[in-house]
Every structure is written in C-alpha cells, then in structure tokens.
C-alpha cells in the first residue's frame, strides 16, 4: 500500500489549490477526483454562468451607450463558446497536468477505510497518507415540493443542467432568489424565456442589506422578470410537455422548466467519515481556525459549509497548505467579497448594518448615488444607475461593511474588502486620491456622508 504526504479528495477550485501549494513544495500527493478535474465551478458554475451571462449585459451596455445600438444575440455562437470553457466536459488535459507535476491521479470516488494513518479507498486502491484533504464541495439542494420527485429529469434543473443548456426554455419557475435565482432568472429572461422567481423569504438576495433587495427587485421589474416575495411552490404535477406548479397564495402557472436555486448542501455523506470515528454536521465539516477537522485530517471549500464560493475554497486551500507545511496559519474570513453577477453587479463584503448593530457596534451607514454624484456612470451608460452603502464603526473609526450596485461592482468592491480587512481608518480612506471618472470615487462621496 503506497504511503503519501497528503492525499487531496475533490478537484474542484479548493483542492487544485492544495494540490498544486503541496506540488510545489516537492510533497508527494495523490488527488482523487470522481468526476471531473475543475470541479463544479469550472464546468457547472461559476465559469459557465458568467460566460452566459456577458453576451447578454454586453447586448445591455451597447444599448445603453451613446451612439450604439442593441446587438443581436447569438445563441448557438455563445452555446459553442460556453462549450469551449467548461472544456466540453473533458478533462483530460487537467489530469495529464497534474500527473506531470508528479501527482498521483486517481479518478473515482473516494471514502475512508481507516485512520491512524488516515487510510483511503479509491476502487480496488487503498492508499495512506500523513495528511487528508476533504474538498469535495456541495450539491444542490431539492426543496421537499409535493410531486417534484414524479417529473421527468428534463423538467427540472440543478445549476448543472441550467448551466449546460442547449436551448433556452419558452419559460422557468426558478425556486430561490439569491444568487444562483438571481444569475440564472436574469439570463434565462434576457435569453428570452418568461422567467417567475419564488422566493420564500420576504426579500430577494436575503443575506444582503435589504436596499440591495429593492434595488434588484426594480431591475428585475424593467426585466419583466416576475417575482413572488415569501411564498412556496406547494406543488408540481406534470402538465402536457411542461409542469404545472401551485404557489402556496394558490397562483398556478405553467412553465416548461422548475430551475432550483434554494441553496447548497455539503457533499460529504459519500466519504464513509462516520465509520472513522469522523463527525459530520449538515451544515458542513466543522473545522477550526486552521482548516482542521482533526489532527491530519484537513478540510475547505464547500464542504466546510464556511463560505459557498470558489475565492474562500481557494483560500482556505492556501490556509490548510501552509498548515500541512508546518507554517501555523490562521484563516480570516472577516472581508469576504460577495458578489452576484446580475446587471447591474451586486456586491456586498463585511458586516450588513444589521449584523453589525447586533455585535453592538455603534453603526454609521451612509450611501451614495452614483449617477447624482458621479461622473464616471455618465461616462458610462447614458441611463446610469448605481448605489454605494458603506457601514462604518463610529467608535473604531473604520468600516466593518460596504456594498454596491452597479456597473463592475465586483471590481471595486475591493477597495472595501481591503479597507476592512486592514482597518484602515476612515480619515486615512478620506485622504486617498481615487483616479478620475472611476466608479472608485464613489467611495470619498459615501464617506464624507458617514456622521461620523
Ligand atoms: C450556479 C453557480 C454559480 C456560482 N458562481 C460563483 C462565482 O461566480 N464565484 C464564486 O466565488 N463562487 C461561485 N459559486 C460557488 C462555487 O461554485 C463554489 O463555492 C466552489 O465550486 C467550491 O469549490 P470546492 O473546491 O469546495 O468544490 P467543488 O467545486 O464543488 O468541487 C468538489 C469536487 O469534489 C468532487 N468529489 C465530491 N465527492 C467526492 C468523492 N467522494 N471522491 C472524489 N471526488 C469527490 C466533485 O466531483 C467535485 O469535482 C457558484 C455556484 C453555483 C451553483
Ligand atoms: N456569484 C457567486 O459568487 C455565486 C453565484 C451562485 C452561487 N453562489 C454560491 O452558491 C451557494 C448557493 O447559492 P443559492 O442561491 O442556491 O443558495 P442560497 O442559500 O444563497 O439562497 C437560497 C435562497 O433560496 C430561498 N429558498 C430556500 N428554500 C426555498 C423554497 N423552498 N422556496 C423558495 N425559496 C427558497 C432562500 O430564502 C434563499 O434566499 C451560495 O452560498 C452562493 O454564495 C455564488
């Protein structure tokens, strides 16, 4: 039986960073993956949604500058493109790389057999290791709907069938509005489907600040996107060649398509951890500070249930490397951006002003209109939109939270990300030079509205 430094179990963006930290450091490593090398997000995710979704905010943006007209959208060029990302569902090229950095490769499904040393199976293999990564991510959740298990496959979507679509649906019932909701309703109804969101919350986006809700909600309303605030499906029967769904206010609508977008659950009920002695929780594999579940078992991504997205799965896998390497590193999730890539963005990092009145910290909160104080959304689009919401600590004098929408969001969110990460304060962020017309200036406004 082969004995290795580490053996990494899920391929996805936590264990590539691993695998990759540990390579480099001259370990000997197996990577076990049962699907595919890139994991969910580089075939049925993040990549894939954000090549759906450009072409459509591209068409948007183009309308919306001067001198331009709406470009047509072309559906089978941009199928054929999403095909060429997510690599046609093949990687083969991903193994032969890591199998050429000296890994051992194993392609099948992981589960513990022994401990002390961790000892895993991979089909007929067992191997042993010092250290055992667990990155085997999340699946979609299927909401407990009355008849949603008798539809046929092809009438319910998980993001992995939304995500490698071949045509577009006349119509969708998304169930969840957050940001798998928000991403793929907006791009199914830009593609032209009829697209009817149910949210059982009473906010779209409902771990954001709640003007992030209203804002997307007035999006979604000039999108003719239609959405249903704090209802449930309560049930779905086949209907012809559609689905025929009842909301629990008693609203019935056919759709061709339910999409689910009501959350994620750690995937980790395969990995046989129970008959090691290992607890697991629903929420995920409970680990400390460091990324461990206990000494030489090691855990990140999805599966840790911390933070659903591929930057902390990343990160985590730099955290748990140094660790596995002897550096004694601590993870600090304290500015983690979050971002929905609708259009406009959607992008909040820190404390919501909610959350930080209930750590009792004395909440300043201050917003900005981007178009009424700015020149750069001009510059832009001539019908701007966009907004800045800063959170700031008066006591401390920095801020805690930020969030935004608008035009790339995603991108300068960062200077908050950084601001509260490194507690710069407040008169220090007052003194800093933005570059001019930039969505970044947006900042010095909201600022000097903080009452401070
Ligand atoms: C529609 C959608 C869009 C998203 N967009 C973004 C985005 O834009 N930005 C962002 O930051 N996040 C996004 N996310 C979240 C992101 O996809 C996840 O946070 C990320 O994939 C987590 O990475 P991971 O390495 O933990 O797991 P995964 O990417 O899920 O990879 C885990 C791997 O483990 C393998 N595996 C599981 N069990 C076993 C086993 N027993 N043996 C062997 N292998 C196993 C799986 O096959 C999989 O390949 C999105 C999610 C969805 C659903
Ligand atoms: N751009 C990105 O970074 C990105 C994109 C997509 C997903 N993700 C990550 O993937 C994870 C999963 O995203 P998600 O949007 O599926 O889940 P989520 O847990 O973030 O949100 C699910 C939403 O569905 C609602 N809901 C739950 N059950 C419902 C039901 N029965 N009927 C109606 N509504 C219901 C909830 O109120 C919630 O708002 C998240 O952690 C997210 O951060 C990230």
């Not at 404390?351 to 001009?378: F, H, K, M, Y």
Request: proline share 5%; with cysteine; charged share 25%.
């Amino acid at each position: 039986m082969e004995h290795l430094d580490a053996i990494i179990i899920g391929m996805g963006p936590g264990g590539e960073t691993v695998a990759s930290r540990l390579l480099e450091a001259g370990r000997r490593v197996a990577v076990i993956e049962r699907e595919l090398v890139g994991g969910e997000c580089a075939y049925y995710a993040c990549v894939p949604t954000k090549v759906l979704l450009r072409p459509p905010e591209a068409r948007e943006e183009a309308a919306g500058a001067a001198g331009l007209s709406r470009p047509d959208l072309d559906w089978p060029r941009l199928r054929e493109y999403r095909d060429q990302m997510i690599r046609h569902l093949d990687d083969t090229k991903q193994v032969q790389g890591y199998e050429d950095q000296g890994a051992l490769v194993f392609k099948g499904e992981a589960r513990f057999v022994g401990r002390d040393p961790w000892r895993v199976a991979v089909g007929d293999t067992e191997l042993t290791a010092e250290h055992v990564v667990v990155a085997t991510g999340s699946e979609a959740v299927r909401p407990p709907i009355d008849g949603l298990d008798s539809l046929d496959a092809s009438r319910v979507w998980t993001n992995r069938e939304a995500t490698t679509l071949t045509e577009i649906p006349r119509s969708a019932l998304v169930i969840g509005g957050s940001a798998v909701g928000v991403e793929l309703g907006q791009f199914l109804s830009r593609m032209g489907a009829a697209v009817t969101i149910v949210q059982r919350g009473p906010r779209l986006v409902d771990r954001e600040e709640p003007r992030l809700c209203e804002l997307i909600s007035d999006q979604f309303a000039r999108d003719g996107v239609s959405v249903h605030l704090g209802t449930q499906v309560a049930s779905v029967a086949r209907d012809g060649d559609g689905v025929l769904a009842t909301l629990d206010n008693g609203d019935r609508l056919h759709v061709e398509v339910v999409v689910l977008a009501s959350g994620r659950r750690p995937r980790t009920d395969a990995l046989g951890l129970g008959a090691v002695g290992v607890e697991t929780e629903r929420a995920g594999l409970p680990v400390d500070g460091r990324c461990r579940v206990e000494p030489g078992l090691w855990a990140i991504g999805d599966a840790t249930g911390v933070s659903m997205f591929t930057h902390v799965a990343k990160y985590q896998g730099r955290v748990a490397a140094d660790n596995i390497l002897g550096a004694g590193r601590t993870a600090d999730y304290t500015a983690v951006p979050r971002v929905i890539f609708s259009q406009p963005e959607i992008a909040g990092v820190g404390l919501t002003s909610r959350q930080a009145a209930e750590q009792g910290i004395d909440t300043v909160t201050a917003e900005a209109d981007l178009p009424g104080s700015l020149a750069r959304p001009w510059t832009y689009a001539t019908d701007p939109r966009g907004t800045l919401g800063l959170v700031a600590d008066r006591g401390r004098g920095v801020l805690v939270g930020a969030w935004a929408f608008g035009p790339l969001a995603s991108e300068w969110i960062h200077t908050a990300a950084l601001a509260i990460r490194a507690e710069l304060p407040v008169a220090t962020l007052l003194d800093s030079i933005p570059q001019f017309p930039t969505f970044n200036e947006a900042y010095l406004i909201a600022l000097e509205k903080l009452d401070m």
